[in-house]
Antibody, heavy 124, light 107 residues
Framework: EVQLVESGGGLVKPGGSLRLSCAAS????????MDWVRQAPGKGLEWVSS????????YYADSVKGRFTISRDNAKNSLFLQMNSLRVEDTAVYYC?????????????????WGQGTMVTVSS | DIQMTQSPSSLSASVGDRVTIACRAS??????LAWYQQKPGKVPKLLIY???TLQSGVPSRFSGSGSGTDFTLTISSLQPEDVATYYC?????????FGQGTRLEIK
């Protein structure tokens, strides 16, 4: 079964840090670009960051650029999001998602597989 | 950055109705447009990619059309299980902007 499982969410104070992980299974992880998408409580979807299969292409939303770092470990089928200098407005459910096509080499695509999400709450 | 605007923001329709949701991009995005369905409390699900290609397993009552800046999602005969919020998303640029969502309810 194709599956993405996020972990690492929790409560953190403004200015703090958190590292999210996404464990992939059931598909050839190293062949796919991967993404993080977030959803604040009661709000819509917001794309956060994307990384190509070999980490050659990395993109960030302006709202997180300079504070968040996306990375991956293809040997461990894992995706990460290091979040620093967290703000109250970063409070959201963070989803890990897979690009639809394998071997896209940085060419963007829709997101066909989503994890269940992990909640990040930034509050004093 | 590209802006994606959906209309309407919410709508209520009867079972069996034909429902159309519009999505407009602030600049041309070719056909790099996806539609997602998010049921209450659930994870988003890809319905359509490349503006009009149905994702595997999605019922044929869903269809998409458009290119450039104007796109539509159509449900040909609304079913009770279609209650959800629908989002469009552009992937022409590395900003992957989502529309604000359209909340669909049964009348």
């Amino acid at each position: 079964e194709v599956q993405l499982v996020e972990s690492g969410g929790g409560l953190v104070k403004p200015g703090g840090s958190l590292r999210l992980s996404c464990a992939a299974s059931g598909f050839s992880f190293s062949a796919y670009s991967m993404d993080w998408v977030r959803q604040a409580p009661g709000k819509g979807l917001e794309w956060v960051s994307s990384i190509s299969s070999s980490s050659s292409y990395i993109y960030y939303a302006d709202s997180v650029k300079g504070r968040f770092t996306i990375s991956r470990d293809n040997a461990k089928n894992s995706l990460f999001l290091q979040m620093n200098s967290l703000r109250v407005e970063d409070t959201a459910v963070y989803y890990c998602a897979r690009d639809r096509r394998a071997y896209s080499y940085g060419v963007t695509d829709a997101f066909d597989i989503w994890g269940q999400g992990t909640m990040v709450t930034v509050s004093s | 950055d590209i802006q994606m605007t959906q209309s309407p923001s919410s709508l209520s329709a009867s079972v069996g109705d034909r429902v159309t949701i519009a999505c407009r991009a602030s600049q041309g995005i070719n056909y790099y447009l996806a539609w997602y369905q998010q049921k209450p409390g659930k994870v988003p699900k890809l319905l359509i990619y490349a503006a009009s290609t149905l994702q595997s397993g999605v019922p044929s009552r869903f269809s998409g059309s458009g290119s450039g800046t104007d796109f539509t999602l159509t449900i040909s005969s609304l079913q009770p299980e279609d209650v959800a919020t629908y989002y469009c998303q552009e992937y022409n640029s590395a900003s992957f902007t989502f529309g604000q969502g359209t909340r669909l309810e049964i009348k």
